[in-house]
């Protein structure tokens, strides 16, 4: 947003919030009257001194304003005192009314967005809201008020008194204050815009570390670190480039500020001959330097100080607690391809390609290393959507490489692996690897993943959108998952990992990528914890569910169950029923026969 429509939004927002505290502010005024006497009493107490007193020989005389001057001072103190009082009435309303706002506006988004809202991150700018920016407004807008309130009726003291005392005095003071006043508010937009520029930055920092920490594990896990790093990294690198051009602009300010604070008193002490021509006496003079020294300049210096830094801020801190503007909405949200969609007709559909195939590969071979033997060597293999497909073989054959190498999560040495007809590893419109969740696949290891959160959370974090109670209860009770969850305390009890078994672990695991999107679903020995009942209820399930499955089978039963059995000896592989393999695959014999022995 513009900084007008900033300052239209801030200023809206600061005119309501001051109407309701009208009576605050008239006591703040009246103890800053005080103020100004004790100003004016300065400055022209030392002129009658120095005029009536001692230059004219009546050293009581002048000892005597100079004593008004010290009682103006205590004036000064006791408006202190009661300014500070009404500031308190003033400022503590506001920081408890953008505490509401932060947590109204952080409800109101975890509402309109539940996915985004109820991860581990959460809304990591609500909190910076919160509490960081909360107290900067607090504070920036108790020293904006004191210091301004202090700035106008001090003005408003030295400029009668300097009246009071030989008006021509004003001509040469009021040039050279409204030219370095001018020059300093030039600064406050640029500096307003860089500050905006650098909170938005701060916010975006903290929410994707945020997520970073909610996700390190899947990060670590992944390989994703380059990734993850990298976004950090630039706006780490913005950061400081907008930190180098906030200490240019507050060079500048600087720079104004010494031309407003220095430039009045240059030209009234360049200029005391042509007062003294005047007629303008020396007391004047003085009484003239002493209300540009001791009060108006350093009035002048602290109002300029506060609004270049705490004003700019306050102003950009206090825009992200206002209620954003209603957007305005398209006349249509049909989208083109809906309406051809529409218009297609059967015909279409009849001419429709044929789906392409779940999993494909051609030629592939795979060494985990130049000189290493090839774990995989010349493998085809197709299987169809909706396939549910078992792969088994010794130990160390390659069943394992086999899943990694389906997921994207390895390359092949030669030949091609295809997902649903896009290539496993950078297929178009999916994420690299390590730099994001595949939305076509889902693969779960032996060792299942389980993090510390609600159980609701375990179960529906492979989910991209939100996913309700009533379908994780329906889910939990098809994989028999349901008596663990409730012995867990329900769906929003927090699990902890390490209390868990590793068949606990495997349940929970499945029953997430049941609930998960991905139409093809990889289990690498996912069920080699639960017990053959359990086991095979899950598989079922897994295999009913839409999509392709291919499973890493540990026990006969899982071969069994699947459509297709793959075979990995080493030297071939055979792919086949469970009923044929026995006759083509002599290690597929053997295996039936060791795992029926064990059965």
Known sequence: MSEHGTWRRVSREGRRFLRGRTRTLRRLALWSLLESAHTF?????????????????????????LAVAGAGALLGALALRGVFGG?????????????????RQAIGRAVADPAKGSGAAGDSGAVSRLTQQTEMARDSFAGLVLIARSFVFTALGALLGLAALAPVLLVLVLPALFLGTAAFLATLRPMARVQRAALDVDEALAARAGELAAGLRDVVACGGGAGAGAGVELLITEQERLTGRLARWTALRTLALGVAGR?????????????????????????????????????????????????????????????????????????????????????????????????ELRRVRFAYGPRAHPVLDGLD???????????????????????????????????????????????????????????????????????????????????????????????????????????????????????????????????????????????????CHLDPRAEERAERALAERPGTLVVVAHRISSAARADRVLVLDGTRAVCGTHAELPARSPLYRDLVGLWDAQG
Not at 483 to 499: C, E, K, Y
């Open 41 to 65: 009493l300065g400055g022209y107490a030392v002129a009658r001194a120095l005029d009536d007193g001692f230059l004219a020989g009546r050293t009581g005389t002048g000892i005597g304003w």
């Open 87 to 103: 500031l308190a009435d003033l400022v503590e309303p506001l920081r408890d009314g953008l505490v509401r706002r932060s947590v």
């Open 263 to 359: 430039l009045p008193v240059v030209a009234l002490l360049a200029g005391t001959p042509w007062l003294l021509g005047r007629g303008v006496s020396a007391g004047a003079v003085a009484g003239a330097l002493t209300y540009l020294v001791q009060s108006l300049l350093p009035a002048l210096d602290a109002l300029m100080t506060a609004v270049g830094a705490a004003g700019t801020r306050l102003l950009v801190v206090l825009d992200r607690f206002c209620d954003p503007e209603p957007a305005s909405r398209p006349a249509s949200a049909t989208p083109a391809s809906a309406v051809l969609v529409a218009d297609a007709g059967p015909v279409a559909a009849a001419l429709a390609p044929p789906p392409a195939p779940a999993v």
């Open 381 to 527: 293999l197709v299987v169809r959507p909706g396939e549910h497909l078992a792969v088994v073989g010794p130990s160390g054959i390659g069943k394992s490489t086999l899943t990694a190498l389906i997921a994207g999560l390895l390359p092949p040495g030669r030949g091609t692996v295809r997902v649903a007809g896009a290539p496993a590893r950078g297929a178009p419109g999916t994420a690299a690897p390590g730099y994001g969740p595949d939305l076509r696949r889902t693969l779960l290891p032996q060792q299942a993943y389980v993090f510390t959160g609600t159980v609701h959370e375990n179960l529906t974090h492979l989910c991209p959108g939100p996913v309700s109670r009533g379908e994780v209860e329906r889910a939990t009770a098809v994989l028999g998952a349901d008596t663990l969850v409730a012995r867990l305390g329900g769906p929003d009890a927090v699990v902890d990992p390490g209390r868990l078994t590793p068949g606990e672990r495997q349940h929970l695991a499945l029953t997430a990528a049941y609930l998960s999107p991905a139409p093809l679903l990889l289990l690498d020995e996912a069920t």
